[in-house]
């Protein structure tokens, strides 16, 4: 079936360490989303991708990286500078095309930082 | 900016009550307007869009949302709400193909016995 896969579901991290988060989908879209979750903030958008090899900053990036090699994969890394990097991150994908733009998404990944 | 405002982090609803969750837009131009649901430890599910073919909009379990211009409003109803509908629900918006989307704080509904 099509869909997103986000692993792991659950993810602890000690303070100091990088974690990559993996997010991979075969829905063939070409735009891809990282989403932070924390309770009563709704979703904070991380970093998006629109094409392979390109990606831009959202609204939260400060302390996270991400890398578009495959049209398929969108890894996210939460590095150590993140100060709080406790959430539930969600990743997405759209397709690009006209009158089709709602975004599709993974199960999520909840990180805990112990 | 593109932005929606969700009224109300919680409502709670009778079992079989009508539903009415809040939503107001700002946007320069036309905007796509999405509502989403999300049950815990979950992803989200789309509910229902707006892309400006037909202000009443169907969606899935139901619901159903009104695109109102002149109030910049978007707010999802059910006539009848059931136990099932218990979950965080999320507007969004988006005003450019493939750009992501700006979601509202979210709206946890309870639906009580």
């Known amino acids: 079936d099509g869909g997103i896969t986000q692993s792991p579901k659950y993810l602890f991290r000690k303070e100091g360490q990088n974690v990559t988060l993996s997010c991979e989908q075969n829905?063939?879209?070409?735009?891809m989303y990282w989403y932070r979750q924390d309770p009563g903030q709704g979703l904070r958008l991380i970093y998006y991708?629109?094409?392979?090899?390109?990606?831009q900053k959202g609204d939260i990036a400060e302390g996270y990286s991400v890398s578009r090699e495959k049209k398929e994969s969108f890894p996210l890394t939460v590095t150590s500078a993140q100060k709080n990097p406790t959430a539930f991150y969600l990743c997405?994908?759209?397709?690009?095309?006209?009158?089709?733009?709602?975004?599709?998404f993974g199960q999520g990944t909840r990180l805990t930082v112990v | 900016a593109q932005s929606v405002t969700q009224l109300g982090s919680h409502v709670s609803v009778s079992e079989g009550a009508l539903v009415l969750l809040r939503c107001n837009y700002s946007s320069s131009v036309p905007p796509y307007l999405f509502w989403y649901v999300q049950y815990p430890n979950q992803g989200l599910q789309l509910l229902l869009k707006y892309t400006s073919a037909a202000t009443l909009v169907k969606g899935i379990n139901g619901f159903e949302a009104e695109f109102k211009k002149s109030e910049t409003s978007f707010h999802l109803t059910k006539p009848s709400a059931h136990m099932s509908d218990a979950a965080e629900y999320f507007c969004a918006v988006s005003v450019k193909t493939g750009y992501a989307l700006n979601f509202g704080k979210g709206t946890s509904l309870l639906v009580t016995p």
């Open positions: 991708s629109q094409i392979v090899n390109d990606f």
């Open positions: 829905l063939n879209h070409d735009a």
């Open positions: 997405a994908s759209s397709p690009n095309g006209v009158k089709s733009t709602e975004a599709f």
